[in-house]
């Protein structure tokens, strides 16, 4: 029994280095979530299979995969957007930390969720506002009607989003007069204003061009200095590029989690290595 014990021991030990990475690789770092054991159905569909993974405190987390494999869907669960249909089911717990609290329990308010985990989308959707009023938008819903202190937090947002210089002298204009990429930034900065704990990118540069992509992914890692992201990316050149773990998800299930350098040179699954290699997708 005291063999069969030991075996278990070191069966879960590899099981949670493969999910999470070497004891070494996140020793100093803090976390900021956890998922633990999480299960989402649409329905009868079975989207999300015993997921358990970390977010690192302040650090990029790419999630990659075939179209279908449940990246959006993770990503959504993070900020409640599954609440907004019926009959979406989730099972398991999403951790923040550092106080500790499951996001999907039905005890938690969504809209405090999204409070704290802002979302930037695949394509920019500013608001049929100006400039300001978009960034101020999550303030105003927040209570904040002082002046002095929507103008700070605005040009806070535009700046730390790369878009104050290029908007400061026509910040009442219509946010749709601003380029595609100025669009995406202005999104950004609307998802910063509030000072979100987390914030989910869901493919954002996929609508734009090359010089407007390379702008947004300089950004991100930027942002990672204030603000722990989770992005959701098909370009596997993406996700090396800008971030610092990656996880590669298939069919619904986490295939592999570490250290992106890791996954894409000498990854531990064979599922993984086909992927990045080409062989499957």
Request: glycine share 6%; with cysteine; aromatic share 8%.
């Amino acid at each position: 029994m005291e063999a069969k014990s030991g075996e278990g021991n070191k069966s879960s030990q590899s099981k949670a280095e493969a999910q999470y990475g070497t004891q070494e690789d996140n020793a100093t770092l803090a976390q900021k979530s956890e998922i633990r054991n999480l299960n989402f159905h649409y329905g009868e569909f079975h989207a999300l299979k015993n997921v358990n993974m970390l977010l690192h405190e302040k650090r990029v987390t790419a999630l990659i995969g075939p179209s279908g494999c449940g990246k959006s869907t993770l990503l959504r669960c993070f900020n409640r957007m599954h609440d907004l249909y019926p009959g979406n089911q989730y099972a398991g717990e999403i951790i923040l930390h550092p106080d500790n609290v499951n996001i999907l329990s039905r005890d938690v308010d969504p809209i405090e969720v999204r409070m704290r985990i802002s979302m930037v989308f695949q394509k920019p959707n500013p608001f049929p506002k100006s400039i300001y009023e978009n960034v101020a938008y999550g303030l105003r819903v927040r209570g904040i009607r002082k002046r002095s202190i929507l103008d700070e937090k605005v040009e806070e947002a535009l700046r730390s989003a790369a878009l104050w210089d290029e908007v400061k002298d026509r910040i009442n204009n219509l946010a749709f007069e601003l380029s595609g990429g100025q669009q995406q930034r202005l999104c950004i900065a609307r998802a910063l204003a509030t000072d979100p704990e987390i914030l989910l990118f869901d493919e954002p540069t996929s609508a734009l061009d090359p010089i407007a992509t390379a702008s947004i992914e300089e950004l991100i890692s930027d942002l990672k200095r204030q603000v722990t992201i989770l992005i959701v990316t098909h370009s596997m050149q993406q996700a090396a590029r800008v971030s610092d773990y990656t996880a590669y998800m298939y069919l619904g299930e986490l295939i592999e989690f570490g250290v992106t350098d890791n996954i894409f040179i000498k990854p531990k699954n064979k599922m993984t290595e086909d992927y990045i290699t080409g062989r499957v997708g």
